[in-house]
């Protein structure tokens, strides 16, 4: 079982920027794939961005170059910093973590980011 706990949500204004945090307990991180999620009023749960154990990265095209995904397994914690903020960019942010292996996943309570034009 893991617990996550994401923080750093708000309000900002267009062209700012917010830092996410993902703090994770229950088990060891470096065996899980970390990403962060996004879901706006009336749509569907997309994936922002994703990294691996090792570092690796993947992001979703609309956020690519503003966003950048981060972890650090020793502190058992992964981040978002979100750049160049866009009114399109509000929605909850949910962390979340996959096992490499089970595929078992779990996911945080969200955090409320909004971006005022």
């Known amino acids: 079982q893991v617990q996550l706990v994401e923080s750093g949500g708000g309000l900002v204004q267009t062209g700012g920027s917010l830092r996410l945090s993902c703090a994770a307990s229950?088990?060891?991180?470096?065996?899980?794939?970390m990403g962060w999620y996004r879901q706006a009023p009336g749509n569907q749960r997309e994936l922002v961005a994703i990294i691996t154990p090792g570092g690796g990265t993947n992001y979703a095209a609309l956020v690519k170059g503003r966003f950048t995904i981060s972890r650090d397994n020793a502190k058992s914690t992964a981040y978002l910093q979100m750049n160049s903020l866009k009114p399109e960019d509000t929605a909850v942010y949910y962390c979340?973590?996959?096992?490499?292996?089970?595929?078992?996943?779990?996911w945080g309570q969200g955090t409320q980011v909004t971006v005022s034009s």
């Open positions: 979340n973590a996959r096992h490499r292996i089970s595929g078992a996943e779990y």
């Open positions: 229950g088990s060891n991180l470096n065996l899980y794939v």
